[in-house]
């Protein structure tokens, strides 16, 4: 068992440098993780002076910043944005809901914490919402660089030397919710009827 850290070596520079850059996870960031845990207050009270607030989810094992929500009642001066919106397109979209989905059956199911796709799933799953009038193998590429943008933002992880096997993040839970996922049946005919207008 790991010894406590002592209060006093904790580093907040440590905590907020990472979470500046990206997501914090229990399992990849072992370190900042156990820092950010106990220094949230502390954490929350910086960031916040940049218009930021900390996201932690201890259960699942995951911290991250997002801008503080705008208050229309508030006005001061509007604080530029530090944590940048990603503008997804709609196969990006489509791959969250899906990947969300399947998160939630896997939980459903308690078989373990961490949730491995295989490309190949990935593919499948996807094609049965992808047009069937184009080129298979174009359609193929179009997933697979779509699998690249969302391994890039974070909601993937390849998983080390194991070829075309990627990790869904627990962070997707955070951003795909429980509601949005109520209403997912609706968001897929939403998108079946884009489709089918696209066609």
């Known amino acids: 068992m790991t010894p406590?850290?002592?209060?006093?070596e904790l580093s907040l520079p440590l905590v907020v440098?990472?979470?500046m850059k990206g997501v914090v996870y229990r399992d990849t960031h072992e370190q900042v993780w156990h820092h950010l845990v106990q220094l949230?207050?502390?954490?929350?009270d910086y960031v916040a002076t940049m218009g930021?607030?900390?996201?932690?989810?201890?259960?699942?094992?995951?911290?991250?910043?997002r801008s503080k929500p705008e208050d229309p009642d508030d006005h001061a001066p509007q604080i530029p944005r530090l944590i940048?919106?990603?503008?997804?397109?709609?196969?990006?979209?489509?791959?969250?809901?899906?990947?969300?989905?399947?998160?939630a059956e896997f939980d459903a199911t308690d078989d373990g914490f961490r949730l491995v796709l295989s490309r190949d799933q990935i593919v499948?799953?996807?094609?049965?919402?992808m047009s069937t009038t184009s080129?298979?193998?174009?359609?193929?590429?179009?997933?697979?660089?779509?699998?690249?943008?969302?391994?890039?933002?974070?909601f993937l992880r390849r998983m080390p030397r194991q070829d075309n096997q990627f990790e869904v993040r627990r962070v997707l839970k955070a951003f795909v919710d429980g509601q949005w996922l109520s209403d997912f049946d609706g968001r897929l005919?939403?998108?079946?009827?884009?489709?089918e207008a696209s066609r």
Not at 40 to 44: L, M
Not at 52 to 65: H, P
Not at 135 to 154: P, Y
């Open 189 to 195: 005919a939403e998108y079946e009827a884009e489709l």
């Open 124 to 129: 499948d799953m996807m094609m049965t919402f």
């Open 135 to 154: 080129n298979e193998a174009r359609v193929v590429d179009v997933i697979d660089r779509t699998i690249t943008k969302v391994v890039d933002i974070g």
């Open 52 to 65: 930021l607030v900390v996201v932690i989810d201890e259960s699942e094992g995951y911290g991250f910043l």
């Open 40 to 44: 949230i207050p502390r954490v929350g």
């Open 17 to 19: 440098t990472h979470l």
């Open 84 to 103: 940048a919106r990603h503008a997804l397109s709609f196969n990006a979209s489509l791959m969250l809901a899906l990947l969300r989905k399947k998160l």
């Open 4 to 8: 406590a850290i002592p209060r006093t």
